[in-house]
């Protein structure tokens, strides 16, 4: 009450902050006449202008209202459009790193020009990123020309590029690319072995399109990537047979609660509980026996790691809670995830855990090996690596705390440039999902017949088609757009807006296309027809879990003032109401008010149920993403630091300094292990001497005598300066003999940190999956996970430490190297016959370390293939 005083009074934030920036516009329209007034040619020199007063020490806030202009102009030369008032402000805030609120229709496209024109004078690059390659190419295509115009490089990603073709679109002024590519550029670009590898450049400025989308509904899968691990999949085939044979209980929330409130045992009779919505499955006593006598073995749980419960528990997941058609496809003999609030495919993506595995067992698909994490990262800290990230969207304002919480994005409601005329009904209620859907296809039906266009969203592609058929029946013409037709999705959401067109999406496939009224390009006839007959009229099959979801489906119509309207429909059954709102209440009192079959009904009081059910879901998916990025901060801290090192090592940095401190804790270590100064009996020196030697080539001979009177700190002085000068004889050595010692260096600590961290993401993984076992001992798993982490990370240091040391004294030449002569002498010679009478050809022992690394005597390894 009092905020809604506040805001009325005052106006609400958004009209405040708006207010803040609104002579920026003012200041640019003022521009105007005189920009108009331009040759193409003084236009064009405008660019280079404003990169010399930003050289000259202004600011983009100094240049900020002329480039606007400039921009604006060239937008209205090249491509015929004239970014609205609305639009530089919209564009002005994405300039401020915030998010954009505005509706579909308002050109958010146009508006990203501003920003990146003006964030791109820097020459440090921005990054335009969107859902998917099409958007990602029409975007770079549409607008890439007046950034072109006006003296700016402009490129965009798409999933089939080569490593070339890739860095040189990211080394443009502007490159349009989705989060995927993004996100697994950035990885990659942290496994590579040679600086001009990398295709990234340092992250500067980026605007996410369909923000909520990317920074929220993808926020709960992490990018992995993967490598084969040695593990068999046989299990996943025996498993699978197993799983029929178990009979299975699905239970609820209200199951749950009943059961507290009444005592009941929902595991009675049963050999699995599967929670629905929890998404988990657990094997009862009884399950257990019948699993241990179909796999004839004693013990499920007599090995570690439980490899048998999990194998079941993972194949309950596939078989009970993963539906073809709505969480997966089956697409060219692979099981390919359908995103569950976009309903796009997601090519590429695997489920963790053997999740995946289990599905493919499921379908009778051929198991692709088990995987392991090679590298991994959430978009939440990854969109934080960049210097300033901005967003823009049309459904942001219902998720503003969790953009602040996570990414400390302000979110800012930007007017509509025309009012918006569209009327939303209240919802229908009906008793079974069989009565919702005649009725849907009745009020299609009368839609179709009288020429009014219709769009259709649905939550899978199972119910898409299912009310696909219905139509059919019914002889009325329409268009499916779901996961299986992804590469069609734009070109037949654009037609949506046609006379009496009929087209059903699942969730918001289409996202990032306008529905033009009289189809695209829209036929004046035809419009001026439909917008007779009340613009589009959108239909939702059902309420989604998230009320920004049903915000998008309701904001595809009425786009820039045209008329339109919408009204979901609802059913006891649908999934939202059977799992989180209280269904037997419902259902009793719409009995009471005497509702039978195929009745519907409108009412408060069912829009606040539904309304509390998509909170509690909210809330639900919230703390699951709020769960993974606690987790996730612990590996990002190794991870930063681990990747500072990389690329410290690949930019030529020298290591000389970090070896010899390396060396230096070492021989810290092994003294204050082995020797006592103040109590010498205790001083282990056979041991002391014999470590020594292992790493270092010098005969350490220590001993009670020629240690009297040296405290820790003393002897382990003393013995680095020694090491140290057999450590600088070395090097001099290796480049005597034409080898860079430091190249070397870097390499060789290259490959120990890479496979180090591989099996530190092994070991992170195996934490995560246990330790919330810990909770039953009234530990915080949380806390407990980032004590153990660290003890790994800490452990894992320490490993790179002491390999680095013991590899670095026992790096050997080649078996024959030319040492460092005249060139005219090698060239007159040639390299084997110069080598050969310099006297200096250094050749290995066969018992001898082989020089590659491997711990293996040289005629057991690289001898062996000589």
Known sequence: MIRMLIDKIFGTKSERDLKKIQHFVDAANALAPQIEALSDEQLKAKTQEFKDRLAQGQTLEDILPEAFAVAREAAKRVIGLRPYDVQLLGGIVLHQGKIAEMGTGEGKTLVAVLPSYLNALTGKGVHVVTVNDYLARRDRQWMGPIHEFLGLTVGYINHDMGNEERREMYAKDITYVTNNELGFDYLRDNMVISRTDRVLRPLNYCIVDEVDSILIDEARTPLIISGPSEQSTDKYYIVNRLIPSLKVRLITENDEVKAKYEHVDLSAGYDAIVDEKNHTATLTETGIAKAEKFLNVSNLYDDVQSEWVHHINQALRAHHLYERDVDYVVKDGEVVIVDEFTGRLM???????????????????????????????????????????????????????????????????????????????????????????????????????????????????????????????????????????????????????????????????????????????????????????????????????????????????????????????????????????????????????????????????????????????????????????????????????????????????????????MIEEVVDEIVHTHYHHRDVAKSNFDTLNLTLRSLFPYAFDYNAQNTAGKTEDRLVDEIVALVEKLYHRRSDFFLQQGVNFAELERMLLLQIIDNAWKQNLYELDQLQNSVSLRGYAQKDPLIEYQKEAYKLYSAMMNKVRDLMVGYIFRLQLPPVRQAVSPKKQAAEKGPEKAAAESGAVHKIGRNDPCPCGSGKKYKKCCGAKA
């Open 347 to 661: 090519p590429g993506r695997r489920w963790s855990d053997g999740l995946h595995q289990a599905v493919e067992a499921k379908e009778g698909l051929q198991i692709k090996e088990e995987n392991q994490t090679l590298a991994t990262i959430t978009f939440q800290n990854f969109f934080k690596l960049y210097k300033k990230l901005s967003g823009m969207t049309g459904t942001a304002m219902t998720e503003a705390n969790e953009f602040w919480q996570i990414y400390k994005l302000d979110v800012v409601e930007i007017r509509p440039n025309r009012p918006s005329r569209r009327q939303d009904f209240p919802d229908l209620v009906f008793l079974t999902e069989k009565d919702k859907f005649n009725a849907i296809v009745e009020e299609i039906e009368a839609l179709w017949k009288k020429g009014a266009p219709v769009l259709v969203g649905t939550r899978s592609i199972e119910k898409s088609e299912k009310l696909g058929n219905m139509l059919r029946a019914k002889g009325i013409p329409h268009k499916v757009l779901n996961a299986k037709y992804h590469e069609m999705e734009a070109q037949i959401i654009s037609q949506a807006g046609r006379k009496g067109a009929v087209t059903i999406a699942t969730n918001m496939a289409g996202r990032g296309t306008d529905i033009v009224l009289g189809g695209s390009p829209a036929d004046k006839t035809e419009q001026d027809y439909v917008l007779g007959q009340g613009g589009l009229h959108v239909i939702g099959t059902e309420r989604h879990e998230s009320r920004r979801i049903d915000n998008q489906l309701r904001g595809r119509c009425a786009r820039q003032g045209d008329p339109g309207c919408s009204r979901f429909y609802i059913s006891l059954e649908d999934e939202l109401m059977r799992l989180f709102a209280n269904t037997a209440k419902i259902s009793s009192i719409l009995s009471t008010l005497g509702m039978k079959s195929g009745e519907a009904i409108e009412s408060r009081l069912m829009s606040r149920q539904i309304e509390g059910a998509q909170r509690m879901v909210e809330g639900h998916n919230f703390d699951i993403r709020k769960h993974l990025l606690d987790y996730d901060k612990v590996m990002n801290q190794q991870r930063t630091a681990i990747y500072g090192l990389r690329n410290a090592i690949l930019d030529g940095e020298d290591m000389t300094g970090t070896v010899l401190k």
